[in-house]
């Protein structure tokens, strides 16, 4: 059995900044799976390839920061 190797990414902290009124469903399934809740919620999530093409899809609503780690 093959060992999966481990990569350590950096982490982020993704904020909605727009509220999801008048929004298209697609784009309230991927604030809701960023976990993002309400307007001005936070969520620290690593920057893997799969969280970042979920924020490019509604980047006009998030604010995106490093994170220290």
Do not use: Y
């Not at 999801?20 to 999530?45: D, P």
Request: glycine letters at 6%; proline letters at 3%.
């Amino acid at each position: 059995m093959a060992v999966k190797k481990t990569e350590s990414f950096p982490k982020v902290r993704i904020r909605l900044v727009k509220s999801l009124v008048g929004r298209t469903e697609t784009q309230r399934a991927v604030v809701r799976g960023l976990g993002l809740h309400k307007l001005n919620s936070s969520v620290i999530r690593e920057k893997r390839p799969e969280i970042m093409g979920m924020v490019r899809k509604i980047d006009f609503m998030l604010e995106v920061t490093e994170v220290e780690q």
